[in-house]
């Protein structure tokens, strides 16, 4: 019997790799997205691989929407063995420019969505006593990057809340929990995000302007490299690798220079799994 996946935030990049790829290995995919109406992309490359996948609508802002989907599921196979939380949005504007309402936007789809779905699938997992949780996170969410403080501090959060959950309900009930780390990803992400920038007000004429252009020009120059962006399908075959091992890591990077940009935060322990176990002997020995 297959183990079945749901994935948020499955229209395009990785979300979608990722949907097709699970597929390939046997998974039967449950490939959610906010709005159905952009599944012929994801369609279009299941079918050319042969594979099916099974679009559901799944909103990570709406708590109906994702108890909805996860319902569905229930009723179809009675259990959910995986789910990966992928849907995410970027976001580049300094603290002070950024709204109240940019900042809720930004936490509410990168934090609260993830802990939303969590929500849903946990009492179905601890049911069965079994699980993993995969949650898509960012280099972002290790090391705090110029302009993007307030998406850094969604993906801290995701952070931290995944190692809490770890320490207690990995050992007490068999969910394991993960988190990938990307560096950046050639797909739509990185454009979504100068789009969000440009619609948000573009170029502000302040003291930041000098700096924020030096970023910029930066980003553009490190895209050029081939060591920097990697292709959905390159971090999809991680997040494949995680879900397949018996014993997977707490934390994972998915490429070299990814690894290189964490180092001095994760030498001592790369794949997070020692300080678990300290944590865990420390507040539950």
């Known amino acids: 019997m297959s183990r079945n996946v749901i994935i948020t935030g499955t229209s395009s990049g990785l979300g979608k790799s990722l949907a097709v790829?699970?597929?390939?290995?046997?998974?039967?995919?449950?490939?959610?997205?906010?709005?159905?109406?952009?599944?012929?992309?994801?369609?279009?490359?299941a079918q050319k691989a042969g594979v099916t996948v099974h679009v559901k609508q799944l909103d990570v802002t709406d708590m109906q929407s994702i108890n909805e989907c996860v319902a569905d599921v229930i009723a179809e196979d009675g259990c959910i063995d995986v789910l990966?939380?992928?849907?995410?949005?970027?976001?580049?504007?300094?603290?002070?420019?950024?709204?109240?309402?940019?900042?809720?936007w930004v936490m509410d789809v990168n934090f609260h969505g993830v802990v939303r779905c969590v929500k849903a699938v946990l009492p179905h997992m601890r049911t069965a006593e079994s699980g993993h949780v995969v949650n898509i996170t960012s280099v972002g969410g290790l090391v705090g990057q110029p302009f993007n403080e307030i998406y850094c501090a969604a993906k801290f959060a995701v952070e931290g809340y995944t190692e809490s959950m770890a320490t207690y309900i990995q050992p007490n009930f068999g969910i394991k929990f993960s988190t990938v780390e990307p560096g950046g990803i050639s797909s739509e992400f990185a454009n979504s995000v100068m789009k969000q920038f440009q619609e948000s007000g573009g170029m502000v004429e302040d003291p930041y302007r000098p700096i924020l252009e030096k970023y910029i020009s930066g980003a553009g120059e490190r895209a050029k490299t081939d060591n920097v962006y990697q292709t959905p399908d390159v971090v999809a075959k991680v997040v494949l690798e995680c879900i397949k091992d018996p014993d997977p890591p707490l934390r994972v990077r998915t490429s070299p220079w990814a690894n290189e940009f964490c180092e001095l935060k994760t030498q001592a322990d790369p794949t997070g799994k020692k300080l678990q176990q300290a944590v865990i002997d420390q507040f539950l020995g």
């Open 21 to 45: 790829m699970l597929a390939r290995n046997g998974f039967k995919v449950y490939a959610t997205m906010r709005d159905p109406g952009k599944q012929e992309a994801l369609l279009e490359t």
């Open 84 to 104: 990966v939380n992928n849907a995410g949005a970027g976001f580049v504007r300094t603290t002070e420019q950024a709204t109240e309402e940019d900042v809720r």
